[in-house]
């Protein structure tokens, strides 16, 4: 099969431009991610933020299937909850977000490039708003991911004792989004908790993610259980001192309790 051209990018944003000028609902449009901060590369999508007037924007949210189904055939439209916040891809395989904020909530929250801004509103918009911070975990937050470990640990070790291997090997993958969850905390990075490989691989230390990366392993039970002693150490250099900067007491007696079910198999 050959390759597939790449897909313009430039001429999408050109033909998204074309329509938001006609369109009395829209004030601007705005660039964000990798092709604002020169990161991008063959595999960059197009993050595109659609500025509405206040009362034009709920209507456009509702229009978005057909707005989008003119740039292009669309083979995967979804908004995973938020219909502001769109996900596309074309059938040239382009890729791309489809953001819609109204003028009135628009905020500097990052890196951006105004590529239409049909009266100085989104100019001006941005100039007096910038976001708050992203979110990191709270002490609670933390404290749920050190105790949760443990939840993961004891599923662990009854899978292994049951030979279930498949769910043993789901069971180390949770482990370690529950690693990787803790050293973003560590590091101050945006917590994703939902995502918590989202960009890891420029967000965090790269020592620590070789040592994760070797814990990915064949669904078989000598290395999974190799694999999980890795984890409780990666885990335990993370977790007590996140639990002293934070105020939590360390799970001591249950890591003790678990970790030796874990070692005898039992």
Excluded at 48 to 74: F, K, M, P, S, Y
Excluded at 163 to 168: K, Q, S
Excluded at 219 to 238: D, H, K, Q
Aim: proline share 5%.
């Amino acid at each position: 099969m050959a390759p597939m051209d790449p897909p313009d990018y430039d001429g999408l944003l050109e033909h998204m431009k074309a329509l938001a000028a006609a369109d009395q609902r829209v004030l601007g449009l705005l660039l964000y991610g990798s092709r604002v901060t020169g990161k991008a590369d063959a595999f960059s999508d197009l993050d595109l933020g659609v500025i509405t007037t206040d009362a034009g924007a709920r209507e456009l949210v509702r229009e978005r299937a057909a707005l989008l189904a003119q740039v292009g055939e669309v083979l995967f439209l979804e908004d995973f909850g938020d219909p502001t916040h769109t996900h596309a891809i074309l059938a040239d395989g382009a890729a791309f977000e489809f953001i819609v904020r109204p003028i009135g909530e628009l905020v500097d929250d990052g890196p951006h490039q105004i590529v239409l801004d049909k009266d100085g509103q989104v100019a001006a918009a941005l100039a007096r708003k910038v976001a708050r911070e992203p979110e990191v975990f709270s002490a609670e937050g933390v404290r749920r991911q050190i105790q949760y470990f443990w939840h993961e640990v004891e599923h662990l070790v009854t899978a292994l004792g049951r030979r279930d291997l498949l769910w043993a090997h789901g069971g180390l993958e949770e482990m370690r989004g529950i690693c990787l969850r803790l050293a973003r905390a560590a590091a101050g990075v945006d917590a994703e908790d939902e995502e918590p490989y989202w960009k890891v691989d420029t967000a965090l230390d790269a020592e620590l993610l070789e040592r994760l990366r070797a814990t990915i392993v064949p669904a078989e039970t000598a290395p999974m259980r190799r694999a999980a002693g890795e984890l409780l150490e990666i885990y335990r250099s993370l977790a007590h001192p996140l639990a002293e900067r934070n105020g939590i007491a360390y799970p001591e007696r249950l890591d003790a309790l678990l970790s030796a079910r874990l070692g005898s198999g039992r």
